[in-house]
């Protein structure tokens, strides 16, 4: 038995959650407590490719990737690995029978990222599918614990809203991509500058996709919901605040929701879930 192990990996991807995103932390925590730490094992798994790719610039990247990638196939194989964040992500796509092909979408979306890349709307709608939209089915399939029927019922949902928080991620990280990172995933855009048309036009996309992938978040079960609705409403703020500043103040600034805005959110939603509003 390697239960002590796999209390200790557990806890390793919890803190990954916790340093890196006090947001979804804090979405994770509203979640049952029974499926937060495989929403805490997927979690780290995904900050751990992402951060390869976008920050360990003094090492060779493409070596330290295509080592985290083989390591990943491995620990889902063997139900083991001594990277604690790779034990606890093979632990849960074993568990749930997480689909491979999802893992593969998602290590082909970060791989993109280890070179530059001239966006079409293809490459685009790529990146996103990998970059977000599996994430969310792979989070879909503990929030329905392996019910297949139910999981195809909502897989719709679930990528059109990982799909809507990537792009709301590209609008507010738009300074750091094209400046620090030299990325700019919105195709066509006229000399890497997005103008006010280009801005509204995502925003009303967005605006689309959460639209219909509120429908889906109403009827995921109890144990999730109010986890997913209160992530649905932080983005939905951040949307509204990128609505209120201009072309020009994306590429300059990143927005943000305050710590008390963010506070302010979840009494709202909070309150919606003891009226059952949601």
């Given at each position: ?6 209390t ?10 916790k ?5 979804f932390?804090?979405g994770?925590k ?11 094992n997927?979690y780290?798994f995904?900050?751990?490719a992402?951060e390869i ?7 060779d990247k493409?070596?330290?990737?295509l080592?985290f990638?083989s390591s ?5 194989e063997?139900g083991?690995s001594?990277?604690?964040i790779l034990n606890?992500?093979?632990s849960?796509v074993?568990k749930y ?6 893992i ?6 970060m791989?993109?990222d ?7 709307k ?7 599918l990998g970059s ?12 329905v ?10 897989k ?9 928080f ?11 991509d094209?400046n ?10 006229e ?11 995502l925003?009303k996309e967005i605006q689309?996709?959460f ?7 109403k009827?995921l079960?109890k ?11 932080y983005y939905?703020?951040?949307?509204q605040?990128i609505?209120?500043?201009s072309?020009e103040?994306?590429m300059?600034?990143r927005?943000r929701?305050?710590s008390f805005?963010?506070?302010?959110i979840?009494?709202?939603v909070y309150?919606k879930?003891l009226?059952?509003?949601?």
């Open positions: 038995m390697k239960t002590i192990y796999d200790y990996c557990y806890e390793a991807s919890r803190l990954v959650t340093t890196y995103s006090t947001s932390f804090a994770v509203s979640l049952g407590k029974e499926i937060q730490p495989e929403i805490h997927i780290g995904v900050r751990f992402d790719v976008d920050t360990f610039h003094e090492y493409l070596e330290l990737f080592d990638k990943t196939y491995s620990a889902i063997r083991i001594l990277n604690p606890s992500f093979q849960t074993n029978n997480i689909d491979i092909r999802l593969d979408q998602f290590l082909h979306s791989e993109m280890l070179n530059p890349v001239e966006y079409t293809e490459k685009y709608d790529e990146y996103i977000a939209e599996v994430v969310g089915l792979m989070c879909l399939k503990v929030f614990k392996g019910d297949e029927e139910f999981y195809e019922e909502l719709p949902s679930a990528m059109i809203l990982g799909s809507a990537q792009k709301i991620n590209f609008l507010r990280d738009l300074k750091h094209m620090e990172l030299g990325r700019v995933y919105f195709p066509n855009l000399g890497n500058k997005i103008t006010a048309d280009d801005k509204q036009k925003e689309l996709e639209d219909q992938a509120l429908k889906g978040i009827r079960p144990s999730s919901r109010f986890g997913v609705y209160l992530s649905y409403s939905l703020k951040l949307l605040k609505k209120g500043e072309a103040t994306l300059n600034k927005i929701v305050s805005g963010k506070l302010r979840f009494c709202a309150l879930k009226f059952n509003l949601i």
